[in-house]
């Protein structure tokens, strides 16, 4: 059974940094691709980073390129985004994700190449 748990989200000021968490079980990190997307109040869920678990292969979107860090611990068979210099337009609830293509995956953006999904964690970003 697949189970992934997001941690870390928090309320922070604009320019600070946070790191979010998922845990992975039941799941190979190493042989799959994961991802990060985020769903703002009103918006529709956009992903946000995505990397190839053996590899390291990543890719982000526009919006957080050169800000956000996708990164993975196989031993530890944890996922993390790393956010440096956040700004409001941040704010939203946060999912990991796991994908459902198998090792050969590229890094996706695209929630229909992913099967698993964690409950969310929420990022406030305030002025």
């Known amino acids: 059974q697949v189970h992934l748990a997001e941690s870390g989200g928090a309320s922070v000021q604009a320019g600070g940094s946070l790191r979010l968490s998922c845990a992975a079980s039941?799941?190979?990190?190493?042989?799959?691709?994961m991802g990060w997307f985020r769903q703002a109040v009103g918006k529709e869920r956009e992903g946000v980073a995505g990397?190839?678990?053996?590899?390291?292969?990543?890719k982000y979107a526009d919006s957080v390129k050169g800000r956000f860090t996708i990164s993975r611990d196989i031993a530890k068979k944890t996922l993390y985004l790393q956010m440096n210099t956040v700004n409001p337009e941040d704010t939203a609830m946060y999912y990991c994700?796991?994908?459902?293509?198998?090792?050969?995956?590229?890094?996706?953006?695209?929630?229909?190449?992913?099967?698993?999904w964690g409950q969310g964690t929420q990022v406030t970003v305030s002025s």
């Open positions: 994700a796991a994908d459902r293509r198998g090792p050969t995956c590229g890094p996706s953006l695209g929630a229909l190449d992913y099967a698993y």
């Open positions: 039941g799941y190979s990190v190493v042989g799959n691709c």
């Open positions: 990397i190839n678990g053996r590899t390291g292969s990543v």
